[in-house]
């Protein structure tokens, strides 16, 4: 069966980085995209960005730009979103979700990342 | 940039037939697939439409979706609402550069 396993809660410093990792089974990895999706507590869903996981091409939204880099380990199956310069208001949850055509079908767990002094 | 807008809330009693809007900010959203997730408390979210009107298998068919261009906007609709149908469900689609775009979310209340 298709899981998606995230990497565990963090905790960084504002200015900090923080690298996510999503660990794909039950499929072929390079078959599919990997979008990731945050949601900060109590608000709605912010999409972050997308890989293709065979070539690595990459889509970001705009307002991560400059501070997100989506990369993909094809001999691990794993994907990995790190995002830099962190501030408090990037608290969130994120999730890694895949692609399927349109529809992200299958989604992580979901990682808590918590930004503070 | 497109802008996706849902009600905040809506709420209906068990047994009956409640629709979600979704409404698009500019171009034609009819020119867009749109989806539909459902999202529970603590949970990821999950599909429940995808390319406007398509149910993933395993989504009883009380969950319907449709588009309607002259008003640039999509419909969730949930026949028989059952208790367990309480969630936040968020529309999605894409913009001109195939960026991700989420409404801000509906909370159903089912009473």
């Known amino acids: 069966q298709v899981q998606l396993v995230q990497s565990g809660a963090e905790v960084k410093k504002p200015g900090a980085s923080v690298k996510v990792s999503c660990k794909a089974s039950g499929y072929t990895f390079t078959s599919h995209g990997i979008s990731w999706v945050r949601q900060a507590p109590g608000q709605g869903l912010e999409w972050v960005g997308w890989i293709s996981a065979d070539k690595g091409h990459t889509n970001y939204a705009q307002k991560f730009q400059d501070r997100v880099t989506l990369t993909t380990d094809t001999s691990t199956g794993t994907a990995y979103m790190e995002l830099r310069s962190l501030k408090s208001d990037d608290t969130a949850v994120y999730y890694c979700?895949?692609?399927?055509?349109?529809?992200?079908?299958?989604w992580g767990q979901g990682t808590l990342v918590t930004v503070s002094s | 940039n497109l802008m996706l807008t849902q009600p905040h809330s809506v709420s209906e009693s068990p047994g009956k037939t409640v629709t979600i809007s979704c409404t698009g900010s500019?171009?034609?959203?009819?020119?867009?697939?749109v989806q539909w997730y459902q999202q529970r408390p603590g949970s990821a979210p999950t599909n429940v439409i995808y390319e406007d009107k398509k149910r993933p298998s395993g989504v009883p068919d009380r969950f319907s979706g449709s588009t309607d261009s002259s008003s640039n906007s999509a419909s969730l609709t949930i026949s028989g609402l059952k208790t367990e149908d309480e969630a936040d469900y968020y529309c999605?689609?894409?913009?001109?550069?195939?960026?991700?775009?989420f409404g801000g979310g509906t909370k159903l209340t089912v009473l």
């Open positions: 999605q689609s894409y913009d001109i550069r195939n960026r991700g775009v």
């Open positions: 979700a895949r692609l399927s055509v349109l529809t992200w079908d299958y």
């Open positions: 500019s171009g034609s959203l009819a020119s867009n697939y």
